[in-house]
């Protein structure tokens, strides 16, 4: 089985507001998959749905081949992007409890937290109080209460909110790690810079409906627009730069390169290729840069969602 949660045309409403429409997802096993959407999109309902939180008002998910049922707590960690440690608990003590109501026993939370508290360094926190520690410290703590059961399925809801890059770096590699030792990862986040870095997959919800789904190269692919950065070095630069616009449809650029190059995009059409445009510019000085403008994945949610708001 290559998918290890399988959510079917899951409907879900409050009132006469429907926050999810007929959304089906395949979230591949072993993979990081990114959850998107603007706020309200319906992301929310939809993960409190998987945890169990709320029931959906029609449709089926199952989580590895069974529909999904009680038993199937012990299978998900979970991160809320609103952290529910409690304040005035000791660190360690409150990871204990946390690490027991998962199924551990004592013994075993205590082996799986010294490992994780000394991976991190932060053993010394252990008897400080939750309300003691910054945001990105308290992060660190819940972080940890998540992933330590070593769960099949994990969600996490914005898990870099609180963290300096330092420390965004470091839960983006554990993130990785988890998912290279076999954990399925559901990504919900804003942050689009994270969802190139970490995402193989990824769904974006907009208005209650999922817009747009699968690998993220291959929706990278689809979005494509054929437009190459180029930057050259000439002692002619507007010549040369009228030479290219009476040959390709030639626009501004926004990236910046350490010399005086004259740059700029340049789309192809149809039936032109990337060697046309080396043929022309490699006549008139030093190509210092070539390379398709590859959509990233803020291109590919901006434009999704601007389309989907015009329907």
């Not at 979230?27 to 309200?40: A, D, E, M, T, W």
């Not at 008897?127 to 099949?152: C, R, W, Y």
């Not at 070095?233 to 040959?247: I, N, Y």
Request: aromatic share 8%.
């Amino acid at each position: 089985m290559n998918h290890l949660l399988e959510i079917n045309n899951v409907v879900k409403t409050y009132g006469d507001y429907t926050a999810l429409n007929k959304v089906s997802l395949q979230i591949p096993r072993g993979s990081v998959f990114g959850l998107l959407g603007p706020n309200g999109a319906g992301k929310t309902s939809l993960i409190r749905i998987i945890n169990q939180i709320t029931m959906p008002d029609s449709g089926t998910v199952f989580l590895d081949g069974e529909p999904l049922s009680p038993k199937h707590i012990a299978d998900i960690g979970y991160l809320p992007e609103e952290r529910g440690l409690y304040k005035s608990m000791k660190v360690g003590e409150q990871a204990l409890y946390l690490a027991q109501l998962k199924g551990l026993s004592k013994e075993e939370a205590k082996k799986r937290l010294k490992y994780w508290f000394e991976k991190f360094d932060i053993a010394s926190w252990w008897d400080k109080k939750i309300e003691e520690l910054s945001k990105g410290m308290a992060q660190k703590v819940q972080f940890i209460v998540t992933v330590m059961h070593q769960p099949k399925l994990l969600i996490f809801d914005e898990p870099f909110s609180g963290f300096d890059p330092i420390n965004a770096h470091l839960i983006a590699k554990e993130i990785l790690q988890l998912r290279d030792e076999g954990a399925t990862i559901i990504f919900s986040t804003h942050r689009m810079e994270s969802v190139e870095e970490l995402c193989d997959d990824i769904a974006l919800i907009h208005k209650s409906n999922k817009i747009l789904d699968g690998k993220l190269i291959d929706i990278k692919r689809k979005f494509r627009t054929n437009t190459f950065e180029i930057g050259i070095t000439t002692e002619h630069k507007e010549q040369v730069l009228q030479l290219m616009k009476e040959k390709f449809e030639v626009s501004p650029a926004d990236f910046t390169l350490f010399g005086d190059e004259l740059i700029c995009n340049v789309k192809l059409s149809n039936n032109q290729s990337s060697n046309d445009v080396l043929s022309v510019v490699s006549k008139q000085g030093e190509v210092r840069h070539f390379v398709e403008k590859i959509p990233s994945a803020n291109d590919i949610f901006i434009e999704a969602v601007s389309k989907n708001n015009s329907l």
